[in-house]
């Protein structure tokens, strides 16, 4: 009984110390934008990444922060799919991404956007206006969530944001057509 308790003890010892060293030989890293980033493990499962906090290696924060807030996008697009498959590509694999709208202006609607920026408050915006069928960018920009945008709506070609109570929060300019 003994010699039995002392195999089965010797076994999972050595399962552990097989796990850790396989563990570190796992890739424990995320493709993005063509991009390699360190993950600060490996991870089974991809709730498990995506619900962990801290699933990207710190060294590796403002990179990724930097690679979201400044990834390109093209200024206009054939449907609002199209424009919203766009906006995909720009979100972080495990983090968050939405939409607002359509905000209707006469045959003219807005299209609202957003993708979170990960390990930080803030959040990319991307305004896009459907005009026949073709969805132009007209705003992008990156800032604080403090009291989340939820409509958008065009007064005297500005943007103005407005909160889920209709409260305007900011205002600001489109971009210019070139």
């Excluded at 009984?1 to 570190?24: E, S």
Aim: glycine share 8%.
């Amino acid at each position: 009984m003994f010699k039995r308790l002392v195999l089965v003890i010797g076994a999972c010892v050595l399962l552990a110390a097989a796990w850790a060293v396989v563990r570190r030989m796992l890739p424990s890293s995320i493709e993005y934008r063509g991009q390699k980033i360190k993950l600060t493990r490996f991870y089974l499962d991809y709730d498990d990444y995506k619900n962990d906090p801290n699933n990207i290696d710190p060294s590796e924060t403002e990179r990724v922060q930097r690679l979201v807030s400044e990834a390109p996008i093209a200024r206009s697009f054939a449907s609002r799919k199209d424009a919203a498959n766009a906006v995909f590509k720009v979100k972080f694999p495990g983090y968050g991404s939405g939409s607002f709208g359509p905000m209707r202006q006469g045959d003219k609607s807005l299209n609202g956007f957003v993708v979170e920026i990960p390990r930080t408050n803030r959040s990319r915006y991307f305004i896009f206006r459907n005009d026949h069928g073709g969805y132009t960018l007209i705003d992008n920009f990156v800032m604080a969530d403090p009291w989340g945008i939820y409509t958008v709506r065009e007064e005297n070609g500005k943007l103005v944001y407005c909160t889920a109570s209709g409260e305007p929060k900011l205002v600001r300019p489109m971009i210019k057509e070139n």
